[in-house]
């Protein structure tokens, strides 16, 4: 038995034995400020089951988290829910060390498994089909583009503890295995950041996905993700439900969120007269995020449950600057919906920006309230007043969008 890295018993039967990536900050364009972990589980039923792997550099890590528990060549069963490579990348090496009897994806799983690693011996399961693993049943509920066409979760009938791949994961390294034992603030945000940056364009998926489990009927004690922590009290259960139904459901508040970049103050100093408007127009809630600092995985996050969008940029070389291009292709990928969209920006001569961010808020289709704001150079009194009644018209826009 391994004396390196250990697993750790979540029930009578099913033991975690992913590996934690305390340094990768950077997936695919979303900064992930607090690592991540690939989670992997073993079910020591009378076949022993092996439900996903983790990113190829993990390996060892969770061969040896394996071994403390059983000799890796018992396993008799893996499953892979989803082909995305950080649960699949070592899962060609792991099928030939271990040797198992059978490797069960979905239907699509097995096309995109192929696709990454060429032929493979792999079985693929029908949507509800159930399987018996000896004093353990795991059945199996496809859930498509949550967060893969292929992706599918498995569910563990006895211990009522469903293995989510990516749906309901989170980026957050720690020791602790469980929701419970994280502090709040930080491990909310987090599952915040994750549907946002990961799974906000896929809402209406996760929507029906959530439909089509509550109408399963499958009680969940424990909600087993791919990534972060594992929920195992009814209370952050019910939370974490309740979040991605309410996120799917992208419904506007009283949240604007001001995003820009200045080059020499002049439309910072814009992006505060307009808050100055919103705050007295009634906004609840304004985030100012200036992108000299943010970065686009917290400004997507700022604004999963916002109303308003301002964005806000200088004119350089006839067109918007780079920081602010960058959010805005990010943003229009992700697919933020109801949202009231505002453009605001200073220029020397040409002063292209504001109008190309209008024409990409509406290409977004954030609802048009005024024209965009331009002011050249430097804002004077007058400018500085037409600033705070930008803020006054988006905030009233919002209010009655509310109301309705
Ligand atoms: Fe964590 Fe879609 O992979």
Redesign the pocket.
């Known amino acids: 038995m391994s004396e390196t890295f250990k697993a750790t018993q979540i029930t009578d039967t099913v033991w975690w034995v992913g590996a934690i990536d305390w340094d990768v900050r950077n997936f695919h364009g979303y900064r992930t400020g607090r690592g991540t972990t690939y989670n992997a589980f073993l079910i020591v039923a009378e076949k022993v089951t092996l439900v996903d792997t983790v990113k190829h550099e993990f390996y060892d890590e969770m061969m040896a988290r394996i071994a403390s528990v059983v000799d890796p060549t018992t396993i008799d069963v893996i499953i892979s829910n989803?082909a995305?490579m950080?649960?699949t990348g070592c899962l060609p090496k792991t099928i030939n060390a271990v040797n198992p009897s059978a490797v069960y994806c979905s239907k699509m799983g097995q096309r995109a498994l192929v696709a990454h690693f060429g032929e493979l011996d792999l079985i693929a399961v029908d949507e509800g089909q159930q399987i018996d693993l000896g004093g353990a049943t795991i059945s199996f509920v496809e859930t498509k583009m949550c967060?893969?066409p292929d992706s599918m979760v498995t569910y563990l009938h006895e211990d009522e503890l469903l293995f989510s791949q990516?749906a309901f994961?989170m980026h957050f390294a720690s020791h602790q295995r469980y929701a419970d034992e994280l502090e709040s603030g930080a491990m909310q945000y987090e599952a915040a950041k994750y549907y946002a940056n990961i799974l906000l364009h896929l809402s209406p998926f996760i929507d029906k996905t959530l439909t089509k489990m509550d109408g399963l009927g499958l009680p969940v004690k424990i909600l087993a993700p791919?990534?972060g922590p594992i929920y195992r009290t009814p209370e952050l259960i019910d939370w974490i439900l309740s979040s991605y139904a309410r996120w799917a459901a992208q419904a506007p508040t009283n949240k604007a969120v001001v995003v820009y970049d200045s080059m020499w103050h002049s439309t910072a100093t814009l992006a505060k007269l307009i808050g100055e408007g919103l705050v007295e127009g009634g906004v609840d809630e304004v985030c100012f995020l200036s992108l000299a600092e943010a970065h686009r995985s917290d400004v997507v996050t700022e604004l999963l449950e916002a109303g308003a969008l301002v964005v806000g940029s200088p004119t350089m070389n006839n067109n918007i600057l780079p920081s602010v291009a960058d959010i805005m292709t990010y943003l229009k990928g992700l697919k933020p919906r109801n949202l009231i969209g505002g453009a605001f920006g200073s220029f020397g001569w040409s002063g292209e920006a504001p109008k190309h961010l209008q024409a990409m808020l509406e290409e977004m289709g954030a609802e048009k309230v005024t024209d965009p704001l331009r002011v050249n150079y430097v804002p004077d009194e007058t400018e500085q007043a037409a600033a705070r009644e930008f803020g006054l018209a988006i905030a009233a826009a919002l209010k009655e969008k509310l109301a309705t």
């Open positions: 989803h995305e950080d649960h967060h893969w990516d994961g791919d990534h």
